[in-house]
Antibody, heavy 122, light 111 residues
Framework: QLQVQESGPGLVKPSETLSLTCAVSGGSISSTTYYWGWIRQPPGKGLEWIGTIYYSGSTYYNPSLKSRVTVSVDTFKNQFSLKVRSVTAADTAVYYC??????????????WGQGTLVTVSS | QSVLTQPPSVSGAPGQRVTISCTGSSSNIGAGFDVHWYQQLPGTAPKLLIYGNLNRPSGVPDRFSGSKSGTSASLAITGLQAEDEADYYC???????????FGGGTKLTVL
């Protein structure tokens, strides 16, 4: 069964860059039937979509974060990554990676990682 | 302010039926994009509960059902159990944002 798992630093200083990686196991990130997404959840708040990538490298970003976010894919390592630049305390959240279905505009997020808490603090 | 609107909380006694609404607009649910529902137990990642408006993934009890009409969708839970106490989120696609949108979440309390 396909699984995803986030990894990365749990503490980032303000104005620096948050970097996370999502490892895919039990399947290939190069499958034509999946999209791969990042979603975050500030403490005590709801879910916010950050961005999505296809194995080919096509990316889609939340307009509210687009200027600071980059999502990339590494098909050789079977993983995809997230970078958020110039972070502030407002970027403190649990970050989830997830597998989306075949259609970018209508598919659900079928598999989620356990999430990783990233705190922005000096 | 979430693009999709959900009630902050709902409650019900064991065995009862509750519904959670998810209201959108003409650029998301009303445009025909599918609605999906997730259950988030305390301290855990969201889990897909309903996809494509009304379909249940394998392993999800048939006590959970989804529906969609116009610019809204609903999640119904029958035969409430203590283990259903969780946060529930709806999700769809918004053509104005060209991306996924989530509801603000609804906390279900089993009395």
């Amino acid at each position: 069964q396909l699984q995803v798992q986030e990894s990365g630093p749990g503490l980032v200083k303000p104005s620096e860059t948050l970097s996370l990686t999502c490892a895919v196991s039990g399947g290939s990130i190069s499958s034509t039937t999946y999209y791969w997404g990042w979603i975050r959840q500030p403490p005590g708040k709801g879910l916010e979509w950050i961005g999505t990538i296809y194995y080919s490298g096509s990316t889609y970003y939340n307009p509210s974060l687009k200027s600071r976010v980059t999502v990339s894919v590494d098909t050789f390592k079977n993983q995809f990554s997230l970078k958020v630049r110039s972070v502030t305390a407002a970027d403190t959240a649990v970050y989830y990676c997830a597998r989306q279905g075949y259609y970018y505009d209508s598919s659900a997020y079928y598999s989620w990682g356990q999430g990783t808490l990233v705190t922005v603090s000096s | 302010q979430s693009v999709l609107t959900q009630p902050p909380s709902v409650s019900g006694a064991p065995g009862q039926r509750v519904t959670i609404s998810c209201t959108g607009s003409s650029s998301n649910i009303g445009a025909g994009f599918d609605v999906h529902w997730y259950q988030q137990l305390p301290g855990t990642a969201p889990k897909l509960l309903i996809y494509g408006n009304l379909n249940r993934p394998s392993g999800v009890p048939d006590r959970f059902s989804g529906s969609k009409s116009g610019t809204s969708a609903s999640l119904a839970i029958t035969g409430l159990q203590a283990e259903d106490e969780a946060d529930y989120y709806c999700q769809s696609y918004d053509s104005s944002l060209s991306g996924s949108v989530f509801g603000g979440g609804t906390k279900l309390t089993v009395l």
